[in-house]
């Protein structure tokens, strides 16, 4: 795709980038399997349902423990089939894309802290659960529409 002189005509360098655009967003958004945000859901619903546990002493640590075991799995799915997948290392994402949904799902962890504290109703945790779950299966029904379904 090179001239005599070494230098790609407009059209060449247009088509270069157009490629490179291409291969850019292959690597940032592979295809992801509907199974991923299903299991991711569950997590994000799961780490709501947690503060539904005892609030004694052994509970306290119950939810610390189940907290973090959630997080490991789940950030290690993510790295798995997203990040860090075969034949890709450590994919850089753009921040501004992930901004609504990590607002969706932190807002909700907040919404529910403060109704939960402010009036003692901790069923307002399987109303969080349930928005966050609807969240990541809405985001990832999206995400398989626009760049595939990863089967």
């Given at each position: 795709m090179a001239t005599q002189d070494g230098a790609p005509t407009?059209?060449?360098a247009q088509e270069m980038l157009r490629q490179l655009a291409g291969d850019e967003e292959a690597v940032r958004y592979p295809p992801i399997p509907a199974w991923f945000f299903a299991v991711q859901a569950g997590a994000v619903?799961?780490?709501?349902?947690?503060?539904l546990l005892p609030s004694s002493d052994a509970g306290?640590?119950?939810?610390?423990?189940?907290?973090?075991?959630?997080?490991?799995?789940?950030g290690g799915l993510g790295s798995r089939y997203w990040l860090n997948r075969d034949g890709v290392g450590w994919v850089s994402m753009k921040l501004t894309d992930m901004v609504p949904?990590?607002?969706?799902?932190?807002?909700?962890?907040?919404?529910?802290?403060?109704?939960?504290?402010?009036?003692?109703?901790?069923?307002?945790?399987?109303v969080g659960a349930v928005f966050s779950a609807a969240v990541v299966f809405v985001t990832g029904a999206r995400y398989r529409r626009t760049y595939g379904d990863g089967r």
């Amino acid at each position: 795709m090179a001239t005599q002189d070494g230098a790609p005509t407009p059209h060449e360098a247009q088509e270069m980038l157009r490629q490179l655009a291409g291969d850019e967003e292959a690597v940032r958004y592979p295809p992801i399997p509907a199974w991923f945000f299903a299991v991711q859901a569950g997590a994000v619903a799961a780490l709501h349902l947690i503060r539904l546990l005892p609030s004694s002493d052994a509970g306290r640590t119950a939810q610390l423990v189940a907290i973090l075991a959630i997080a490991l799995a789940a950030g290690g799915l993510g790295s798995r089939y997203w990040l860090n997948r075969d034949g890709v290392g450590w994919v850089s994402m753009k921040l501004t894309d992930m901004v609504p949904f990590l607002a969706a799902i932190l807002g909700s962890f907040a919404v529910c802290w403060a109704v939960a504290e402010a009036t003692g109703a901790r069923w307002v945790w399987i109303v969080g659960a349930v928005f966050s779950a609807a969240v990541v299966f809405v985001t990832g029904a999206r995400y398989r529409r626009t760049y595939g379904d990863g089967r």
